[in-house]
């Protein structure tokens, strides 16, 4: 049975992702759109709007056109979304890579993606370097300059004619993150122009934005969760993006006090900082109206914890609550409503802290047991499959992997297990799918495996995700058959795949046993492994 959002659809306008983000700001031009948090550094709205036609511009002269990908290897700067808007003003489509990412995982998504032009900083140029060597693109842009490369400013002075393109909304691709979805290795999620801005439209009944609020942005561009909510919902009803450019907890306080914070969107690990850690009370943070987190489970106590200690002294009602999402969805499928931002008939304030809050407008959502198909009894738990305008197009050159994720009916099967309340109230309580979470960011076994197997001595091997009672994250841990006559240790395992990997997929605990559990179709048996511990 499908479950209709709560929320009267809204309007998604047929324009490109920059003609509606970039709109509200039109009204405003002096006032600022992106603020470095660290150098206080202002780009007005005006100067946006200015600069993401130049970029295009520049982009156009260099012959590149509507569908051709360019990646961002880059932290968060305001001109990240300077240059993502003038991707996506040219009709190119903007591929995010991880700032953590090592040379090979670089290379990986530069090939899969057919990236034509990496856009980077001069601190990443290493890494950029190494990973075009085995994965050629036609020209590296490093942002702030470097010997032999054109840089931001050069992009910037272009005086070639604005490009002009012909969008088609509901096909044109806009970005392709990676994401390894339910299983697998990691794959080009197709979003198109319309998928964003549905996704912005989409929240807006929920989260009320004010032209005057202040975002922080130190959850990455590079994530979905910070391109959409983060950028393109921070922009799109005319407030300012401060920027950071990665978590320190010192200048992520000192940001919120001194540029007057008004709404932080973020994940468990920084929620954790602001119950705990000391530093907190030696901060005015009473600007901040919201704290949302996503991305990985959020455990009740410790939302409650923080909100008791943000409120404390402040007099301020600052509500810490949690949002849900996935790349294929845009991401935001669920999250939590301002105070009095609930769905006709719902009263202030009825989402249990527990819940990812209601699903957004012109969405459905179906709760189904995944041993039968069929759907779960009201109130009992079922895997979430969402159906709407945030569902990705599909996996980039994969119909088999789109096919398995999202059916015939357009419904998307998140691999997520949720309840429903009476209420609408949706909270997510397990995960059927392969995916390992650590610290919001995606560790995909299978990628994580195919990594293991290319070392001599290992012959097999299978990862897994297991719970630490202490930090409440998930540790990906290696199963691991030695080859015969091998003496590996578990450091030596540990310290290979440091050194191949990026740090939050690193393995960090290992278990040598002599066969890997497999059905006969050849699938490892992941439930036998959690069971065998
Ligand atoms: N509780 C439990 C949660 C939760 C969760 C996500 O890397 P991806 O593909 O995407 C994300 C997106 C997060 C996000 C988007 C919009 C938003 O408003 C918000 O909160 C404010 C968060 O992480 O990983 C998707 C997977 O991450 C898990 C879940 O398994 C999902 O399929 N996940 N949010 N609140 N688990």
């Not at 993606?113 to 990443?124: Q, R």
């Not at 079922?382 to 599909?394: A, F, H, I, Q, Y």
Request: with cysteine; hydrophobic share 45%.
């Amino acid at each position: 049975m499908a479950l209709a959002s709560r929320y009267p659809d809204v309007e998604i306008p047929d324009v490109s992702v920059p003609e509606f983000v970039l709109a509200a700001g039109r009204d405003k031009p002096d006032a600022p759109a992106l603020i470095d948090g660290l150098r206080g550094d202002v780009i007005t709205h005006g100067q946006l709007a200015a600069y993401v036609d130049r970029v295009a511009a520049a982009l156009h002269a260099r012959g590149l056109r509507k569908g051709d990908v360019v990646a961002m290897f880059c932290p968060n700067t305001p001109w990240y979304p300077v240059v993502f808007h003038g991707i996506a003003a040219a009709g190119c489509v903007m591929s995010p890579i991880n700032s953590l990412y090592t040379p090979d995982e670089i290379a990986f998504q530069l090939r899969d993606s057919g990236a034509k032009i990496l856009i980077t900083v001069s601190p990443f140029l290493d890494r950029a370097l190494a990973a075009v060597e085995k994965a050629p693109v036609g020209e590296i842009v490093v942002m702030d300059g470097a010997e032999g490369h054109a840089s931001l400013v050069d992009l910037l002075s272009t005086d070639a004619p604005s490009a002009q393109v012909d969008f088609d909304p509901a096909d044109d691709l806009v970005t392709l993150p990676y994401s390894s979805g339910t299983t697998g290795l990691p794959k080009g999620v197709m979003l198109t122009h319309r998928n964003l801005v549905a996704n912005v439209a989409q929240c807006r009944p929920l989260i009320q934005l004010g032209a005057d609020e202040r975002i922080i942005a130190v959850l990455p561009f590079f994530h979905i969760y910070g391109l959409t909510v983060l950028m393109n919902q921070g922009l799109a009803w005319g407030g300012a993006v401060v920027t950071l450019p990665r978590f320190d907890l010192e200048d992520f306080l000192r940001t919120i006090q001194d540029h007057k914070i008004t709404r932080a969107f973020v994940a468990p690990p920084i929620v954790l900082a602001l119950a705990k850690h000391p530093l907190v009370d030696q901060y005015d943070l009473s600007s901040l109206t919201s704290v949302l987190s996503g991305a990985a489970p959020l455990d009740e106590q410790l939302a409650l914890a923080a909100e008791k200690r943000l409120r404390k002294g402040a007099d301020s009602g600052v509500t810490v609550a949690q949002g849900y999402g996935m790349t294929e969805l845009s991401p935001v499928s669920h999250t939590t409503p301002d105070l009095g931002a609930e769905p006709p008939g719902a009263a202030p304030g009825s989402v249990p802290k527990g819940s990812v809050g209601f699903a957004v407008p012109n969405s459905e959502c179906r709760l189904v047991d995944p041993a039968t198909g069929e759907d779960a009894a009201p109130g009992t738990r079922g895997e979430l499959w969402v159906r709407g305008p945030n569902v990705m197009k599909g996996y980039l050159n994969n119909p088999t992997a789109t096919a398995d994720t999202i059916d015939a009916d357009g419904w998307l099967h998140t691999g997520d297990v949720a309840v429903v309340d009476e209420n609408g109230c949706y909270t997510v309580v397990d995960r059927v799918k392969e995916l390992i979470k650590y610290k919001g960011y995606q560790v995909a076994p299978a990628e994580l495996e195919a990594v293991l197997i290319g070392h001599p001595e290992i012959a097999d091997a299978a990862v897994i995700g297991v719970p630490d009672e202490e930090s409440g994250e998930e540790l990906p841990k290696a199963f691991v058959v030695r080859a015969p006559g091998s003496t590996l240790t578990q450091d030596a395992v540990i310290e290979y795949m440091a050194g191949k990997v990026a740090p939050h997929k690193k393995i960090r605990i290992v278990e040598f046993i002599e066969a890997v559990p497999k059905s006969a179709a050849g699938k490892i048996l992941r439930k036998d492994l959690r069971a065998a511990g």
